[in-house]
């Protein structure tokens, strides 16, 4: 597909459990983002890959957050014993230059519900 | 205060009417970002500016770095443009988007 994918769309897990989120970004972005929106909440920065540079982590809320960006392409974001408030939509963006400010197109979300 | 600010929070528009939507920042930006939120979720980038004024189709946007400032337009809107329109701002050290709380706009037929 042309466009950023994101999997599971829906996923719902007990408290305490571990996730992992998937992006596909569109082929050939150097640039990959995760964003949280929470429910009835704007969209909050999570993380952010460019190229072969250290990852800017600084939106990441706890450190049960983590994400990983293999072979410059797909993204895997990791939460670590879930707790309720984790409970949002993640969604991921990708663009192909991450300097010179460059649109970001983004996935459909994941909407993770933690019991 | 919140680095971007958005008003109206909610917008209720009847069909064909022109509608103006306002993001004010308050950090140095390197561009600003306009997207629409549809009630399914899904996000659409509509502009990424830094300077002067860009049009598509019926929606335009414009901003004044000087006055750290950007507005949305949208021209004879119809039902179809009901969305939550996000203004995001890009910092100088680098692409994360700040974002401002949204505009729930709806319009009647």
């Known amino acids: 597909g042309a466009g950023v994918s994101q999997s599971p769309s829906n996923k719902v897990t007990e408290k305490g459990k571990d996730v992992e989120l998937r992006c596909d970004p569109i082929s050939g972005h150097t640039a990959l983002y995760w964003y949280r929106q929470s429910l009835g909440q704007g969209l909050e920065f999570l993380i952010y890959?460019?190229?072969?540079?250290?990852?800017?982590k600084s939106g990441l809320p706890s450190d049960r957050f983590s994400a990983e960006r293999t072979g410059g392409s797909v993204s895997t974001l990791t939460i670590q014993r879930t707790q309720q408030e984790d409970s949002a939509v993640y969604l991921c963006?990708?663009?192909?230059?991450?300097?010179?400010?460059?649109?970001?197109?983004f996935g459909p979300g994941t909407r993770l519900t933690v019991l | 205060k919140n680095e971007v600010e958005q008003s109206p929070q909610n917008l209720t528009a009847q069909e064909g009417e022109f509608i103006t939507i306002n993001c004010s920042y308050s950090v140095g930006i390197s561009a600003l970002h306009w997207l629409q939120q549809h009630p399914g979720g899904g996000i659409v980038s509509l502009f990424m500016l830094s300077s002067g004024k860009k049009k598509h189709g019926r929606l335009i946007a414009t901003i004044n770095i000087q006055e750290k400032h950007s507005s949305l337009h949208i021209t004879a809107s119809h039902p179809r443009d009901s969305a939550v329109y996000i203004c995001?701002?890009?910092?100088?050290?680098?692409?994360?988007?700040?974002f401002g709380e949204g505009t729930q706009l709806t319009v009647n037929p």
């Open positions: 995001a701002v890009e910092g100088t050290s680098g692409s994360r988007l700040t």
């Open positions: 963006a990708s663009s192909f230059v991450a300097s010179g400010s460059t649109r970001q197109f």
């Open positions: 890959f460019q190229g072969n540079s250290a990852p800017d």
